[in-house]
């Protein structure tokens, strides 16, 4: 059922010219991985999910110790 759906989803229900069967000439492109417009440092976009992450979570950690030097925050006493 599911080895022929690109060909059922191509066709059409409705009868066809002869016109609309030539189909003009298009260059043929190699298979294979489509290159990204940015590759950072030739990462996959899931390597790329996490450094962000990781760089995030860092900077909220320095964020928060740089403001207990500084005393704008501090610790509740217990």
Do not use: W
């Amino acid at each position: 059922m599911l080895d022929n759906l690109r060909d059922q989803a191509a066709s059409t229900p409705f009868p066809q010219d002869e016109d609309d069967l030539l189909l003009p000439e298009q260059p043929t492109e190699t298979p294979g991985r489509r290159r990204a417009a940015f590759p950072l440092m030739n990462m996959l976009p899931q390597q790329r999910f996490i450094l962000t992450a990781m760089l995030l979570v860092e900077v909220c950690l320095l964020g928060i110790v740089l403001l207990f030097i500084t005393g704008k925050i501090v610790l509740p006493a217990m």
